[in-house]
């Protein structure tokens, strides 16, 4: 099963991209800052040599991880099939080859080692740890692992479960993609919902004018 952080970290970096409330789409990645006050919110869900809390974004790191979020939004998009991909992604998402390359190489560029934890109360568990090479530590080790991070988990996402319950919400003013969670579940929150159930009132009205 998707861990529970693979699946948290690429549903809210995907999630970053919003409909602006004016017919188009918003960014909330657009400075170094905006990256920076991101990570430090999901501080609890990347490894621990990023220094999350106390991470600060540069031009380089915002480039790289709004490509890596290029790469998923694409991906999540072919997921979703045979339904419509989010309406941000509808016209010129990356080619798909070019998508899962893009993730395959943010994902390597950091080498991992294997780690043992064995809680007191629980059984002993292997994960795979990001660990960066003497000499790289700095800025830029730390964007590269920031990126690795991102990758592994939209891999360890798209390779699990979860994966069948990915839908885009098609509600008016939305672009978000969401876990479905019960098999009536159309909207990725409730106020999507009722934003839908009125346009669809308004439009049978027209229809019968």
Same mark, same amino acid.
């Given at each position: 099963?998707?861990?529970?952080?693979?699946?948290?970290?690429?549903? +809210?970096?995907?999630?970053?991209?919003?409909?602006?409330?004016?017919?188009?789409?918003? %960014?909330? =990645?657009?400075?170094? %800052?905006?990256?920076?006050?991101?990570?430090?919110?999901?501080?609890?869900?990347?490894?621990?040599?990023?220094?999350?809390?106390?991470?600060?974004?540069?031009?380089?790191?915002?480039?790289? !991880?709004?490509?890596?979020?290029?790469?998923? $939004?694409? =991906?999540?998009?072919?997921? !979703?099939? *045979?339904? +419509?991909?989010?309406?941000?992604?509808?016209? $010129?998402?990356?080619?798909?080859?070019?998508?899962?390359?893009?993730?395959?190489?943010?994902?390597?560029?950091?080498?991992?080692? *294997?780690?043992?934890?064995? *809680?007191?109360?629980?059984?002993?568990?292997?994960?795979?740890?990001?660990? !960066? *090479?003497? /000499? $790289? +530590?700095?800025?830029?080790?730390? /964007?590269?692992?920031?990126?690795?991070?991102?990758?592994?988990?939209?891999?360890?996402?798209?390779? /699990?479960?979860?994966?069948?319950?990915?839908?885009?919400?098609?509600?008016?003013?939305?672009?978000?993609?969401? =876990? #479905?969670?019960?098999?009536?579940?159309?909207?990725? #929150?409730?106020?999507?919902?009722?934003?839908?159930?009125?346009?669809?009132?308004?439009?049978? /009205?027209?229809?019968?004018?």
């Amino acid at each position: 099963m998707s861990a529970p952080h693979s699946t948290h970290l690429a549903l +809210a970096l995907v999630a970053t991209i919003r409909h602006d409330g004016h017919g188009g789409v918003a %960014d909330d =990645l657009d400075t170094p %800052d905006a990256l920076t006050a991101w990570v430090r919110a999901h501080a609890a869900a990347l490894p621990g040599g990023i220094g999350a809390r106390r991470y600060r974004a540069d031009e380089s790191a915002l480039e790289a !991880v709004r490509g890596v979020r290029a790469a998923v $939004r694409a =991906l999540f998009a072919r997921a !979703v099939r *045979p339904g +419509a991909p989010s309406p941000a992604d509808a016209r $010129r998402p990356l080619p798909l080859g070019e998508a899962v390359a893009r993730l395959n190489a943010a994902a390597a560029r950091v080498p991992t080692v *294997p780690v043992l934890s064995w *809680p007191r109360d629980g059984d002993p568990v292997v994960r795979d740890a990001p660990t !960066v *090479p003497s /000499g $790289r +530590a700095g800025a830029a080790a730390r /964007g590269e692992l920031l990126t690795a991070a991102l990758a592994r988990a939209t891999l360890a996402f798209l390779a /699990g479960p979860d994966r069948q319950r990915l839908r885009a919400c098609h509600a008016p003013r939305c672009v978000r993609y969401f =876990l #479905k969670d019960h098999p009536r579940q159309e909207w990725c #929150k409730p106020s999507c919902g009722n934003r839908a159930r009125v346009a669809r009132h308004h439009e049978r /009205g027209r229809s019968t004018a």
